[in-house]
């Protein structure tokens, strides 16, 4: 099993260029053009990694991580921005980013979403208790 990943991105052009690009390595990849459309999708289907950009209208990716901690604190989660400001990156950091990409060369995209499915599906479906008593710290 290759995983299912789910790719949330504002940007059309650059959801259909990366489902292209990664087909290969995912079973079913699975795309929202808003954060909050994401969280929707990650409560109705099996997601094993996500990819994110940071930079959206609405709700933006740290908001969208903080979300899905609550639901899933397991799944990978790997940003990729072409505006992040170190502030942001702390705060992904914070709520346990799995990487991070630099549009809109991504470099190492596949090679870096390829580790990310093969955490989430070898993870089990609850996460480890410290790392969930630290979520916990954080969002108080």
């Known amino acids: 099993m ?3 990943l ?3 991105d ?3 052009m650059i959801l259909e260029s990366s489902k292209d690009l990664l087909e290969d390595i995912a079973d079913k990849i699975f795309t929202a053009n808003r954060g909050a459309k994401g969280i929707e999708v990650f409560k109705s289907e099996t997601i094993h990694c996500i990819l994110c950009d940071i930079n959206m209208p609405e709700m933006n990716g740290i ?3 903080k979300q899905i901690r609550e639901l899933n604190a397991n799944v990978p989660f790997i940003f990729y921005t072409a505006h992040g400001s170190d502030e942001l990156m ?3 950091v914070k709520f346990g980013a799995f990487d991070f990409l630099d549009k809109p060369a991504l470099e190492g995209l596949e090679e870096i979403v390829e580790r990310g499915l093969k955490a989430g599906v070898g993870s089990k479906e609850e996460a480890p208790a410290n790392f969930i008593s630290e979520f916990q710290k954080l969002s108080n």
């Open 2 to 4: 290759k995983g299912n």
């Open 6 to 8: 789910l790719l949330i």
């Open 10 to 12: 504002d940007e059309e």
């Open 63 to 65: 908001e969208v991580i």
């Open 90 to 92: 702390r705060e992904a």
